[in-house]
Nanobody, 115 residues
């Protein structure tokens, strides 16, 4: 059974930082691509960052230079370091991983950035 558990969200002022964590179980983490998505109220879920097992990363244009995705295979955990946060980064952030051709999602963690 695949489980993804996020943590680290919260309320922060604009310009501040947060680090999200997502711990996975039920998959061979070290050979799995991992990703972070977000969904703001009234908007579609969008890709924030992705990370392949080989270390290739991709980011949404809106977060390039501010967010960094990384992984610790020993802890089965993927991170999203978010710096220089803006009010428009406010959303529920979801961790995702593919398994046997299907996407799995965590429960989400709320990030709120105040002006």
């Amino acid at each position: 059974q695949v489980q993804l558990v996020e943590s680290g969200g919260g309320l922060v002022q604009a310009g501040g930082s947060l680090r999200l964590s997502c711990t996975a179980s039920g998959i061979i983490f070290s050979i799995n691509s991992m990703g972070w998505y977000r969904q703001a109220p009234g908007k579609q879920r969008e890709l924030v960052a992705g990370l392949t097992p080989g270390g290739f990363t991709n980011y949404a244009d809106s977060v390039k230079g501010r967010f960094t995705i990384s992984r610790d295979n020993a802890k089965n955990t993927v991170y999203l370091q978010m710096n220089s946060l803006k009010p428009e980064d406010t959303a529920v952030y979801y961790c995702t991983a593919p398994f046997r051709g299907l996407p799995y999602w965590g429960q989400g963690t709320q990030v709120t950035v105040s002006p």
